[in-house]
């Protein structure tokens, strides 16, 4: 927001609280990628919007972010209508395989590959190769998707005549807990699966990618490797407290 102000006799560009959540987003992503000597140009934000009107992501995608994370096929048709192009769309939440015809000619990227029977959808309803990051519940809580760390080469293996399919990468979910060490154990550990992995250079399966770290934990997870944040409500705020 541009405006004039009269007492200086300047003009002051004012900051919305989405471009001031953004801002420290950025600035915290730059610290992380400092400590450890990475380049920031490595991280990819991905703002998640599944709980926010399409107004707010529209807010978003005109502060410059164009990855958007969104985490039902519900949820990510009704934006995909009201935000017909400028959006690279990554689809982070659980699918059912019945489901996955709705969604995989509209993403960009998949984060949350876990079954064989997704994998037959895709290879069945899809035109063009989906770039994939397969989910990993490295943590191991029941509550969580994802495959065990040990299943993991040999499902990755058993894709290997899906040519619909591209696994570019990793996805996880840290566990919730106030725990820093042990979330970071977590990502960690993802990141040392993902290295095992890309170092058996799979040609359909490069896995050079790692889908970690929320509003809560994304600077651990950058320390720890992590190339693509899913961000919530950090970044897009929650409009039920009418922030803006
Ligand atoms: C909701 C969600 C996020 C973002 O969560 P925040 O804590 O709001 O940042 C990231 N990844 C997945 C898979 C999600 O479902």
Redesign the pocket.
């Known amino acids: 927001m541009i405006q004039w102000n009269k007492v200086s006799r300047k003009v002051v560009i004012e900051m919305t609280p989405l471009q001031q959540r953004i801002e420290t987003i950025e600035d915290t992503i730059c610290q992380a990628c400092e400590r450890v000597g990475r380049d920031r140009q490595e991280v990819t934000v991905i703002a998640?919007t599944?709980?926010v009107s399409t107004e707010r992501t529209q807010q978003v995608l005109e502060s410059d972010i164009v990855h958007l994370?969104e985490?039902r096929p519900e949820g990510l048709l009704a934006k995909q209508q009201a935000i017909p192009q400028g959006a690279v769309w990554h689809f982070?939440?659980n699918v059912q395989s019945r489901k996955v015809k709705e969604i995989i000619e509209r993403v960009d990227y998949l984060?949350?590959l876990d079954r064989i029977s997704i994998a037959n959808e895709i290879q069945k309803r899809s035109a063009e190769p989906v770039d994939c990051f397969v989910q990993v519940n490295v943590s191991g809580e029941d509550s969580k998707s994802g495959l065990k760390p040990s299943e993991t080469e040999g499902f990755i293996e058993a894709l290997k005549d899906y040519d619909k399919i591209r696994v570019i990468g990793l996805m996880t979910?840290a566990p919730l807990t106030e725990d820093r060490e042990e979330i970071r154990n977590v990502f960690k550990s993802l990141r040392e699966l993902r290295d095992d992995l890309a170092s058996k250079n799979m040609k359909h399966a490069p896995v050079t990618k790692l889908s970690m770290g929320?509003?809560?934990d994304y600077s651990i997870a950058i320390e720890e490797g992590a190339t693509h944040v899913?961000?919530?409500?950090?970044?897009v705020g929650s409009e039920s407290e009418g922030d803006e």
């Open positions: 998640v599944k709980q994370g985490n982070i939440g984060h949350s979910m929320m509003s809560n899913r961000i919530g409500t950090a970044l």
